[in-house]
Structure formats: C-alpha cells, structure tokens
C-alpha cells in the first residue's frame, strides 16, 4: 500500500467514473503476462509503440516482490500521439507510468500526468477465455479533467482493443502445432526487453500448481535495493 501510494497519492479516497468490458477469446495467464511484459510494447501494433515513445520505453523497469510485481517508467514523449499531457504537468497523480501486478490476477495502473488510476482484474471465464472490466477511478469521483478524459478514451478506445487483438493472437499461437514450448530470455541487467516478470508470475503459477516446489518463485524476486 506504501509503494502503490508513492505513485497514487490519493488512492485512498479513488471513486470509480468509468467502466469498460472486454471479453477476451484468451487464457488469463495470457492476458496477465501481456500486462507485465515489457518487450512487446515495441514489437506489437500502432498504439503499443507509440506508448512506447509516450513513456520512457526504454527505461521501464520490471521488479519482482512477494506476491506482487512493478512496471515503472518515467514520461517519453507528449508527441506520441497518445495524449498530450502537458497543460496537466503537476497536477496529476504522478509524471510516471506505474503498473502495479496483485498476483494473481490484478493490474492496478496510471499513466503519466492524469488524475485517474485504472484497475483491471481478469476473471478467467473458461480455459481460453477471459472478462476484463477496466476501471477508471477519481479523487473524490471528480469530473474528468481534459488530460484525464484523453488518457481513459485512449486506453478504451485505442490500447485496449488492440491489446484484446494481441491477446487472442498470442492464445492461437499457443494452440500451434509447431511449437510445444518456448524459452524465456531475462537480460543480465533485468532492461526493458526483459522477461524476468513473466518468468516470476509462470513460478507462481506452477508452484500454485504443486509443480514446483514452495519458495521457487521467491528466489526470482528482485535485490531489495531496486526502487520499487
Ligand atoms: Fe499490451
């Protein structure tokens, strides 16, 4: 609650303003490491890269702690094509983007310079499908100030369909019969193109499966000295 608080001051006292449903033809596992994956913000369609460039892509930081995980990125560009977060420069939550991972099946975020944090929780609706209902919340339930409604009508309208498409791809993917499994690739230095977040979420998940044994996840977790 501490950290989350250092990015969402005013968590606290966040009423919900905007709802969005999503239902996805995709595991929710696949729909979770979407959320705290780093590299594919590049790789995938028009909005992801320019969030890219929105946020200091290239600077993201992935940290593992117990139970929960942390993407921190400063601000890029207001030139992405995003939303220009300029006149909101001071007035928002944070200049950041933060994205909060509540193991197992939570995403808390905000995006740089806006008065709303998002919640969005995947409810597993069968073995290859998922409901989302992305949140918006207010200090107070306060009207939506010009930023503020830019960043919730692009991430409705923009990210989240696209982010919908790519989940379902990836799930056909899976059912491929080229390939049983792949490998994941964790950078020395735990950078942006990182997977050491998936790899952390998968050990919790097998070990809530009883396939791995109790504690392998916590080896993963990241030096307490990471500002996390
Ligand atoms: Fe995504």
Redesign the pocket.
């Known amino acids: 609650m501490t950290t989350l608080q250092r990015y969402m001051p005013n968590l606290d006292r966040m009423v919900r303003v905007d709802r969005q449903d999503f239902d996805i033809a995709a595991n929710w596992k696949v729909v979770a490491e979407?959320?705290i994956?780093g590299y594919?913000?590049f790789l995938?369609g028009p909005a992801?890269r320019a969030f890219g460039r929105f946020m200091d892509g290239h600077g993201l930081r992935m940290i593992n702690r117990p139970d929960w995980i942390l993407l921190h990125a400063g601000p890029g560009s207001p030139d992405s094509g995003v939303y220009d977060y300029r006149s909101n420069i001071g007035k928002g939550q944070t200049p950041d983007y933060v994205t909060f991972f509540l193991w197992p099946d939570l995403l808390i975020f905000t995006f740089p310079h806006v008065g709303a944090v998002w919640s969005f929780p995947m409810t597993p609706t069968g073995p290859e499908r998922t409901h989302e209902e992305v949140v918006a919340y207010t200090p107070g339930g306060c009207a939506l100030d010009e930023v503020t409604a830019a960043a919730v009508r692009w991430m409705a309208e923009v990210?989240g369909p696209?982010?919908v498409a790519?989940?379902v791809g990836v799930q056909q993917g899976l059912r491929s019969p080229a390939r049983r499994q792949g490998r994941l690739l964790i950078d020395a230095a735990r950078g942006d193109m990182s997977e050491h977040a998936i790899h952390c979420f998968q050990a919790c998940v097998l070990e809530a499966l009883g396939r791995l044994p109790a504690g392998s996840a916590a080896t993963l977790l990241s030096p307490p000295t990471e500002v996390g």
């Open positions: 979407d959320g994956d594919h913000v995938s992801h990210l696209e982010d790519l989940n």
